[in-house]
Nanobody, 121 residues
Framework: QVQLVESGGGLVQAGGSLRLSCAAS????????MGWYRQTPGNERELVAA???????NYADSVNGRFTISRDNAKNTVYLQMNSLKPEDTAVYYC???????????????WGKGTLVTVSS
């Protein structure tokens, strides 16, 4: 079984920075794309940033230029460096990964439990 565990969330003042981490563990043959999503009460979960196994990245317009996604394949870990944080960035941030559990299996989608980021004004 595969588990994604996020860390790094917390309280920060507007203009500050946080770095989120997400480590994948379990039965893993290969990790394809990984990404970060966020969600606030009453709203749909939205994509924040994604990164392919080859290192190509994609960002939501609202965070482009402020956030940076990266990954360490040796550690099965994806990071989200968040700079110039704004109160509207406050949300629960979820790690997502497309993981191939075995050589004969296709990629499967997994979610972490989420980590809360609160940005005060």
């Amino acid at each position: 079984q595969v588990q994604l565990v996020e860390s790094g969330g917390g309280l920060v003042q507007a203009g500050g920075s946080l770095r989120l981490s997400c480590a994948a563990s379990g039965t893993i043959f290969k990790i394809n794309a990984m990404g970060w999503y966020r969600q606030t009460p009453g709203n749909e979960r939205e994509l924040v940033a994604a990164i392919t196994s080859g290192g190509n990245t994609n960002y939501a317009d609202s965070v482009n230029g402020r956030f940076t996604i990266s990954r360490d394949n040796a550690k099965n870990t994806v990071y989200l460096q968040m700079n110039s944080l704004k109160p509207e960035d406050t949300a629960v941030y979820y790690c997502n990964a497309d993981i191939k559990p075995g050589i004969l299996y296709g990629g499967r989608n997994y979610w972490g439990k989420g980590t809360l980021v609160t940005v005060s004004s």
